[in-house]
């Protein structure tokens, strides 16, 4: 069996770890795709401060209270099925990490897998970053299912 020394050394690629959600959402496929691709449907779940456009290669930025804010390139966008971004602005740990979202269609609505990729190791912001997406995904949900969700700054009550 290889140890992830010795797949670094083979592949050329340094190993880095994942951060992964799954979540059944009882809402269309096409409702949770808009509340992920638009400005509006990334407000409601995520911030508020929140400037998106549905484009590859469109720069999104999400803040989050007055000193703070993320930027992602939008990198891949397929219709009901497929979000990418790539991290270019954040916390150090953050920058270049890649976020996938894909959805597949289920008889009681949307699954949702969440990919978030690149960290370089496990530490304090990737866990806390693990549990803020998850309280975030219940915001997703919550949008989707009844039109209300809990963005930031309300996603942890």
């Known amino acids: 069996m ?19 959600h799954r979540l059944l ?4 496929v096409e409702k949770v795709y808009q509340a992920l691709t638009t400005q ?3 407000a409601g779940w995520w911030t508020p ?7 590859v290669g469109s720069i999104l930025r999400f803040g989050f209270g007055p000193d703070y804010f993320k930027e992602m390139e939008v990198t891949e966008l397929k219709p009901y099925s497929l979000v990418k971004w ?3 602005r954040a916390f150090e740990e953050w920058i270049g990490t890649t976020l ?3 959805l ?3 008889q009681k609505g949307c699954v949702l897998l969440f990919h978030h990729d690149g960290w370089k ?3 304090t912001e990737f866990a806390g970053c693990s549990f803020a997406w998850a309280l975030f995904f219940r915001s997703l949900r919550l949008l989707c299912e009844t039109s209300k969700g809990a963005p930031y700054p309300d996603f942890e009550k």
Not at 25 to 28: G, Q, R, S, Y
Not at 49 to 55: G, L, N, Q, R, S
């Open 100 to 102: 996938d979202f894909e």
């Open 40 to 42: 509006e449907g990334l």
């Open 121 to 123: 190791d496990y530490t």
């Open 49 to 55: 401060d929140t400037i998106a456009k549905p484009e």
């Open 86 to 88: 790539r991290c270019i």
């Open 2 to 20: 290889a140890s992830a020394t010795d797949e670094q050394q083979h592949n050329d690629k340094p190993v880095t770890k994942s951060i992964y």
């Open 104 to 106: 597949e269609p289920h």
């Open 25 to 28: 959402i009882a809402a269309p």
